[in-house]
């Protein structure tokens, strides 16, 4: 990295350069950039060396710009409907690699705004789309449980025994047989 020289009174040339003027402007620049370069996660895309990009932002890029030209080709047609088809294949692996990338943080803010301005293009400028596949199993779980007290209460009546009324017959009624005769009439 950078060998530290020391000047006059123990302090280092770089310090005395950046904290020369009254309102040390060079210093805030300075400052400033380095943060900048730390929140956008610049070392992740860039080698160590600081020389080149990483292979992986330099495969995002080549990966970027296949879907890019594909959209151009198909939006000159201006048929959308055969842009979404025939890029499909090409978008949806740029999507698979920036999960990947995402997942074993390889993002840099570049590499997050070319994604994003694509999804954007693939979303609202052409109107595509992918089908979630996850839609078929929400669907189906959320009509089993719409359904599933109506299947409760309809089983609880069916398989229930239904309790019939008995009528308690009287000792003094059972004598007389025009009683017992209007008795088995009702019951």
């Known amino acids: ?23 040390m402007l060079v210093f ?3 400052s400033n950039l380095e943060d900048i370069w730390t929140a956008s996660e610049c070392n992740r895309c860039v080698s160590l060396r600081h ?6 932002t330099l495969y995002f890029m080549e990966t970027l710009n296949q879907s890019l030209s594909c959209f151009e080709k198909y939006q000159k047609q201006g048929n959308h409907s ?18 990947r990338m995402e997942k074993n ?13 694509t999804r954007i293009l693939w979303s609202k400028d052409f109107n595509c789309s992918f089908p979630r596949a996850e839609t078929v199993p929400v669907i189906a779980v959320s009509s089993f ?3 599933l007290p109506i299947i409760f209460y309809l089983s609880s009546f069916l398989h229930s025994e239904q309790k019939k009324r008995k009528l308690i017959h ?10 017992i005769n209007i008795q088995d009439k009702f019951s």
């Open 28 to 30: 805030l620049l300075y």
């Open 145 to 147: 449980m719409l359904f």
């Open 1 to 23: 990295m950078f060998i530290v020289q020391m000047g006059p009174g123990n302090v280092s040339c770089r310090d005395s350069l950046l904290r020369s003027d009254r309102l």
């Open 105 to 117: 943080h390889t993002l840099c803010i570049d590499i997050e705004d070319s994604m994003n301005m």
């Open 82 to 99: 055969e842009l979404c088809t025939e890029c499909k294949a090409t978008y949806r692996g740029l999507n698979e690699l920036y999960s």
């Open 170 to 179: 009287p000792k003094r009624a059972k004598s007389n047989p025009s009683f």
């Open 51 to 56: 020389h080149s990009l990483t292979n992986d």
